[in-house]
């Protein structure tokens, strides 16, 4: 019990460090990435760092998972973005304000669903190797 | 003012983003079609298999009947006695 | 004029959104925190000596294909049945309820089942318990609905809160027993999982407002009398009950291993009923209690901080429906410098309030520590329940105002219909244990 609890400790204060690094990184890469997008991934990283850190499950996996999903968010803003300046090039304005009302729903949608894989690979490594 | 991208960037873009959405939604499109975690989750100390409810006729006479079950176990415990 | 309005609309808003999204994170970390602990007192729930008499209530309306599980599962309870009793209350049904009720009543002295014509029954589910709790002799009064089928020894488990002189009353954890049906009953079963495993978990480790959820609960009869019963004039009766047990200066306790199946809503036409009646009933508590809560002398600050945005949780859909719609005006007309950063908090708001308003990441971290592998694909998709609690809650509340405008009483009972398709997925064990 005691030994489980310090693992856990000791990946949630890794992955705490992890994300802050990269955190940094995304800081940095400001000028790349649109403000709503850098507050998206720091959102992602600061829910995965504490609520998947601490679950059982390899620290390799979990760092692994975090850059993948910070990979995915980076890729899908980018998409996105080039996405409505093409768009709003052809359509203007009317798709300026349907990019505003859809946006909440679709610059999150990757978070979410990134995040119940990862929780599932957790999960399935768990039941591997309880079997 | 920047010129207008090409129709092509445009028809890429689209397929882009909506394979991108279509990807994040793919698992749980495959969980529903072929559900491997459909639940219901077992909770513990529980239960005796029951196939069918019983119909109005059948409720009146209870699944176990404990007193027949004691008249069971009475009989059992009785059979080696009888074979020594 | 009209744009510093709508920023400081904008500004309360997504305050309120952020307190919501701060709370369960909370309530996340601190289940995470628990279930790594030793499990408190789980000796206690085995104390064999307290064994007081408990009356079960279970209020039945047309209720035909499923109160025979019920009153199976009744059977097969390992509590001492000279201890209980069981009370169905036929509550002016149309079918064979009263009947396959009788059926079980025969064999088995613990069962009673009262009878209540279309004159005086059928005003709704609080009206059918005030009349069982009148029949009820024991000192503990359960409750579940009829659609339920509790595990063997959930009387014991919850009972042995009461030795606790503090404790008024306990909760049990409800699991859907029809998951696998289809997209509703499986969306539903992740909400109750965000909602028992992990909400009501955490307030009952942090200390909270934990809530009584309408079944697979339990009373001291003498609070309960003394509180006067259910409150027949709300719609949620077991939200109003859970004020007015902490507003009485008792804890309601939540006891997560003391678990009952049942039967989740199947389509997307009784999930608006249901939900609507939970809605309107809320806010109809969210009126009557917010400023009781603020007020108390029994509660602490955190305990009205908590009850206040319990009580008020339905208004959330309609809130981030608001701040939407703000959030959109503000970009048109003049969007303001902080604008894009708090605008992001909208989509984590549409996919963190979810079911219950468990955020994904409680739902996720619920399935995660019951143990499921693959449930979890389906968490994006409860973005669809949530928006369609936007309409379900904007009604309900339009209708409060409306019938508080006109006087009229329009709390009409729409029952939610069980259709007995869960009584094929109760699991067999190969050993009786």
């Avoid at chain 3, 209530?57 to 294909?65: D, F, G, K, M, Y």
């Avoid at chain 3, 049990?172 to 969306?187: A, D, I, Y």
């Avoid at chain 3, 984590?348 to 619920?366: K, Q, R, T, W």
Wanted: charged letters at 20%; proline letters at 4%; glycine letters at 6%.
């Amino acid at each position: 019990m005691l030994k489980e609890k310090m693992v856990r400790i000791r990946h949630s204060i890794l992955g705490f460090s992890a994300g802050v690094i990269v955190a940094y990184i995304i800081i940095l890469c400001f000028y790349l990435v649109n403000s709503e997008a850098a507050f998206m991934l720091m959102v992602f990283d600061f829910l995965f760092v504490s609520l998947v850190f601490p679950l059982d499950g390899s620290f390799v996996k979990k760092i692994a998972l975090l850059l993948i999903g910070n990979v995915i968010g980076l890729l899908w803003n980018s998409v996105f973005s080039s996405f409505s300046y093409v768009a709003a090039c052809y359509f203007g304005e009317f798709l300026n304000v349907l990019y505003i009302i859809l946006n909440p729903l679709l610059n999150f949608v990757w978070v979410v669903s990134f995040w119940s894989i990862s929780l599932s690979v957790l999960a399935s490594s768990k039941t591997v190797k309880v079997n | 003012m920047l010129p207008a991208p090409n129709p092509m960037t445009f028809i890429v873009l689209i397929l882009g983003v909506s394979t991108f959405i279509l990807i994040m939604l793919l698992p749980a499109f495959l969980e529903l079609k072929k559900p491997r975690d459909a639940g219901p989750r077992t909770i513990m100390n529980n239960i005796i298999a029951i196939p069918q409810l019983p119909t109005i006729m059948e409720a009146e006479k209870p699944m176990l009947d404990p007193t027949l079950c004691q008249k069971i176990a009475e009989i059992l415990v009785a059979l080696p006695n009888l074979e020594a | 004029m009209i744009v510093e309005i709508l920023e400081a609309l904008f500004l309360i808003l997504t305050f309120l959104m952020t307190a919501y999204l701060i709370r369960h994170y909370v309530f996340t970390l601190a289940v995470l925190n628990h279930s790594h602990k030793r499990e408190k007192a789980a000796v206690t729930t085995r104390n064999a000596a307290y064994q007081p008499r408990v009356s079960i209530l279970i209020p039945a309306h047309n209720e035909e294909r499923v109160i025979g599980r019920i009153l199976q599962g009744m059977t097969k309870l390992t509590y001492l049945k000279d201890n209980m009793q069981v009370i169905v209350i036929d509550d002016a049904s149309t079918d064979n309820t009263g009947e396959i009720a009788e059926g079980y009543a025969k064999p088995h002295n613990y069962i009673e089942v009262i009878h209540r014509n279309q004159s005086e029954g059928g005003k709704g589910k609080a009206s059918a318990l005030n009349r069982g709790l009148k029949q009820a002799e024991g000192e503990i009064i359960f409750c579940f609905d009829a659609d339920y089928y509790p595990q063997k020894d959930i009387i014991e488990k919850l009972v042995a809160e009461f030795a606790d002189p503090k404790v008024g009353a306990v909760q049990g954890r409800v699991t859907v027993l029809n998951e696998p049906q289809n997209l509703v009953t499986r969306l539903v079963a992740l909400e109750r999982i965000g909602g028992y495993r992990v909400d009501q978990q955490a307030r009952d480790s942090l200390g909270l407002i934990t809530q009584f959820g309408g079944t697979v609960g339990g009373f001291r009869r003498g609070l309960l009398e003394s509180l006067d019963g259910w409150d027949e004039s709300i719609l949620a009766e077991d939200t109003d009950l859970t004020f007015r047990v902490h507003l009485a200066g008792y804890k309601i306790r939540y006891v997560n291993d003391a678990e009952c199946y049942e039967e989740a809503v199947e389509s997307w036409g009784n999930y608006w009923k249901q939900r609507y009646r939970w809605a309107k009933g809320h806010m109809q508590c969210a009126f009557k209690h917010s400023l009781k809560v603020l007020k108390s002398s029994n509660l602490r600050f955190k305990e009205k901080l908590d009850g206040l945005l319990l009580l008020n949780v339905y208004f959330i859909p309609v809130l981030v429906l608001l701040s939407w719609v703000v959030g959109v005006l503000l970009f048109l007309f003049h969007p303001p410098p902080w604008f894009n950063i708090f605008w992001a908090l909208i989509p984590i708001s549409l996919y963190s309030f979810v079911g219950n308003f468990a955020p994904f990441f409680e739902v996720g971290v619920g399935a995660y520590l019951d143990g499921r592998t693959r449930a979890y694909w389906l968490i994006p998709l409860l973005i669809f329940t949530f928006l369609y609690n936007i309409p379900i809650c904007t009604k309900a509340l339009a209708d409060l105002f409306t019938s508080k405008i006109s006087g009229k009483n329009c709390n009409h009972w729409d029952k939610t219909v069980h259709t007995g398709n869960g009584n094929s997925y109760i699991i067999s064990q190969s050993k009786v244990s």
